[in-house]
């Protein structure tokens, strides 16, 4: 999956601090949506295309589950 990822920070720059700050966020609880807005207020800016990604690979590497 590092291919993929690669190919998604590519296409989204910054994304990779951005997966980080929504990392932070990810409680269980709270949706994609949620988590975005939440790293927008934190560094003012977020990619929810990216965040879509990001966290797609890490639901196929089995590091995060979601419906």
Do not use: Q
């Not at 949706?31 to 934190?42: D, G």
């Amino acid at each position: 999956e590092r291919d993929s990822l690669w190919r998604l920070e590519k296409d989204h720059p910054g994304g990779g601090l951005l997966g980080t700050l929504a990392m932070f966020w990810t409680d269980g609880k709270r949706n994609l949506s949620e988590i975005s807005a939440l790293v927008e207020l934190e560094c003012g800016k977020t990619d929810l295309d990216f965040l879509i990604g990001y966290y797609g690979l890490l639901r196929k590497m089995g590091l995060v589950e979601y419906e």
